[in-house]
Each structure stands twice: as C-alpha cells, then as structure tokens.
C-alpha cells in the first residue's frame, strides 16, 4: 500500500464533513486505525463518522475509558484510543478481535498495536498544515477497493 495524495481539511467542520462521508463506507469488521500527533484531529475525524452514522450527543475522546461502544447505530462501532497502552497484555483485555466481529472499530493511536494491527485496515494519517487545517493521508488496503475514497 503506498499513501494517497494529502487531502486538505480547512478545519475542524471539513474533517468532520470528510468523516461523514467516510461513514457509509464502514460496515461491521472494518478497522480505520487514526494516526497523527495530539490534537491532530484524530477525535474530530470520529466525531463526523459517528454522528453520520445516527449519533446524537457529545463525542468525547476515549482517551481514559480507552474503549467507548457506539451501539444502535447504523454500523455499530466502537471507539478506541490505545494512548495510554504500555504493554501488550493490555490489548488482551480489551477484546478487539472479538468487538471486531460485531462492529467497525475506529482506532486512535494504532501504533500501539504494531504488528498485531489488522493488514486489512485504512490507514489514516492526520498531520498539522497550517493554522487549523489538516494533511490526511491514506493507505488503502485491496480490502477497501472500491470503497475508497470516499466521494
């Protein structure tokens, strides 16, 4: 998989509107692994996912909870941030094979995975680009064919 051309994101409402449009593309098994530096807008991309997907109310990051489920959803997801990760056993508890099998699962920090990350995931990567705007970069695996990008 090489990266795509960086997509521009003036802000915070255009990575959400590229969220939403990411949104109909998910279904059940999917993995979108978030990468970029803190307040990069790992969070923000999410936000729009989820709130395309029929969320209603505040999305927060999973910074401390690590895990937060988004069910009744169109596709349910489940909303992971592995910052605070420090060993591999603590993957184990968190049970992401087994969530995978009944919802897409957006993953904030995915490096902490390393090379337990599923090959079949999006790979995106959100980078600083002036003020307020964003870099998206993307590395599309055979397993998203026609689905990507989104239009």
Known sequence: MKPTDPVLLEGA?????FG???????GIGDVLALSGDLGAGKTTLARGILRALGFVGEVASPTFPIVIPYDGLSV???HVDLYRIEEASELDELGLDEAREEAALLIEWPERLGARLWVDSL???????GE??????ARAPAAWGARWPPR
């Not at 995106?124 to 680009?129: F, H, I």
């Open 132 to 137: 307020g705007a964003r870099a998206l970069t």
């Open 123 to 129: 790979l995106l990567n959100l980078e600083r680009a």
């Open 20 to 26: 939403s449009r990411l949104a109909p593309l998910l």
């Open 76 to 78: 349910p997801v489940r």
């Open 13 to 17: 409402e255009e990575t959400e509107a």
